[in-house]
């Protein structure tokens, strides 16, 4: 009898083993699948392929939150370029990084009574008032990364919000750490709860590491962006004497956080093509494109194409005025790393895929 339920209890135990294993076999397929999908060349064409014809003689205003910031001057220059083909006339006020310049900038282009505002890269919580007098004198709104979410904003009668799908973004990060270990990560995040984006960025990325049964959280660090250039050298040193070699990955928010660790662990000895490796969900800036290409202490971002949003600004305006409903394309989440790093604009240090998004937009449009 005793040797019956020993044998059960084998049984048992050999059973949930091989269950718990199958899942995380499974979770680590699934990872593998995400970045291969993520890393490959993006050269066909998502988006759009009908909508209206091109709303002729418009004039827009783009208020850039800060055009210091590459992703706010990204965007620009693809606006640009689109509102020069469409033959429209675009105006760009910097909001500086601050709420007094954005609202003054908001209201001077208000006075100026355009077709259309575009909100670029700023909360547009602090402006309800003078958005709503912008809505009452027939002015169409649309924004890039005004809210985490992309589609319209109802409560800002904004007909479009123009932004990667912030989930999926931070997934793909998490993912490429698994993936890279072969699902035995051990990771630190680093987040700016300032941010609710960032904030919730952050616990996506956690949860995506704890769907691993091989891989650990080590820790969660909420840690301003504005201020990791005093912070980061120190706390890296820190961390490294906290964990020694159980400091395997980072996973950040954005590539600023790197901009500063990366030194650090050349000091220590560290980092460079060696562990930790450093993974980012979002940004994709010129320093960390470098840095990748390079093999100095980041793996992997996760940019936008910024260029290929300021097109779809323009298309969503044309679809507003045409009084069309919005197109609702979101563009899918892109993995650069060293491998990969040469394609869809990455020579460049940017993410510009490679599959004609000017054309497509110009036979909507229905313009050369």
Known sequence: MKARYLLAGFVLTSTLFSTAAAVADANLDQAKLAIEKATAPVTLWDGPTSGPKLQTGKRIIYIAGDMKNGGVQGVQVGLSEAAATAGWKLETLDGGGSIKDQLAALNQAIAQKPDGIV????????????????????ITLVAWHAVPEPGPIAKYDIFYNVTSDSTQVSQIAA?????????????LIFTDSLYQIALDKANVMKKEIEKCSGCQVLEFIDTPLADTANRMPSMTFSLLQKYGDKFQYALAINDLYFDFMAPSLKTAGKGGDKAPYSISAGDGSVSAYQRIRAGDSQSATVPEPLKLHGWQLLDELNRAFAHQPPSGYVTPAHLVT??????????????DPQNDYQGHYKTIWGVK
Not at 175 to 187: E, F, L, P, R
């Open 338 to 351: 060293r491998d990969n790093i040469g394609s869809d604009g990455g020579k460049n240090n940017l993410f």
């Open 175 to 187: 993912q490429y750490a698994i993936a890279k270990s072969n699902g035995q990560a051990k990771v």
């Open 119 to 138: 909100i670029g890269g700023w909360n547009p919580n602090v402006a309800k008032i003078p958005l709503k007098k912008a809505v009452s004198e027939g």
